[in-house]
């Protein structure tokens, strides 16, 4: 079964770190580009990062750009966002997804989804 | 704001034809192709239609995608209950901050 697993949230105070992972299982990992994308409390989706299957490209969203950085380890078939100066801002559910290619620049789909993980940035 | 711009709101009786509309630019639903992606209630997002009127496997016939210049529609004939949910146009970007995706601010499909 292909399946993807986020983990590593939680509650952070203003200006602290955390680390996401995301273990996958259920298909060969590194033929895949992977995303985070993150949804606020009641809101709609927004695309944070995304890697090429060998970190050769990698993007970011502007809101995350320079705080935010996103790895994958394939000999662990696992993603990383290390998520440092948190902001109220942050606070969201975050999906890790898979690409439907290889690369960010095939400009593809996100075809399988995790469950997501809360992280709340609060004092 | 949301880039991609979608109604917040739309809904059918069952049986109805409904459709859902996602307005870009130039820079993203222009030049690239648009995916939309279904959320029910409490779950993850799910792919619907990919490459402007693709379904994955699985995605019933009733969901059908279609792309015109700066503009997608996503059209669901045969409305079901179990249809209502939450529903998101997305598209690859390429501006001055680099190559990145852009989601619509979702519409919210109701069943009555």
């Known amino acids: 079964e292909v399946q993807l697993v986020e983990s590593g949230g939680g509650l952070v105070q203003p200006g602290r770190s955390l680390r996401l992972s995301c273990a996958a299982s259920?298909?060969?990992?590194?033929?895949?580009?992977m995303h985070w994308v993150r949804q606020a409390p009641g809101k709609g989706l927004e695309w944070v990062s995304g890697?090429?299957?060998?970190?050769?490209?990698?993007g970011y969203a502007d809101s995350v750009k320079g705080r935010f950085t996103i790895s994958r380890d394939n000999a662990k078939n696992s993603l990383y966002l290390q998520m440092n100066s948190l902001r109220a801002e942050d606070t969201a559910l975050y999906y890790c997804?898979?690409?439907?290619?290889?690369?960010?620049?095939?400009?593809?789909?996100?075809?399988?989804w995790g469950q997501g993980t809360m992280v709340t940035v609060s004092s | 704001q949301s880039v991609l711009t979608q109604p917040p709101s739309a809904s059918g009786t069952p049986g109805q034809r409904v459709t859902i509309s996602c307005s870009g630019s130039?820079?993203?639903?222009?030049?690239?192709?648009v995916n939309w992606y279904q959320q029910l209630p409490g779950t993850a997002p799910k792919l619907l239609i990919y490459?402007?009127?693709q379904r994955p496997s699985g995605v019933p016939d009733r969901f059908s995608g279609s792309k015109s210049g700066t503009s997608a529609s996503l059209a669901i004939s045969g409305l079901q209950s179990e249809d209502e949910a939450d529903y998101y146009c997305?598209?690859?970007?390429?501006?001055?901050?680099?190559?990145?995706?852009?989601f619509g601010g979702g519409t919210k499909l109701t069943v009555l």
């Open positions: 997804a898979k690409d439907q290619g290889p690369t960010v620049t095939k400009r593809r789909a996100f075809d399988i």
């Open positions: 259920g298909f060969t990992f590194d033929d895949y580009a």
């Open positions: 890697i090429s299957w060998n970190s050769g490209s990698i």
């Open positions: 130039s820079s993203n639903i222009g030049s690239n192709t």
């Open positions: 490459s402007n009127n």
């Open positions: 997305a598209a690859w970007d390429d501006s001055l901050n680099g190559l990145h995706v852009v």
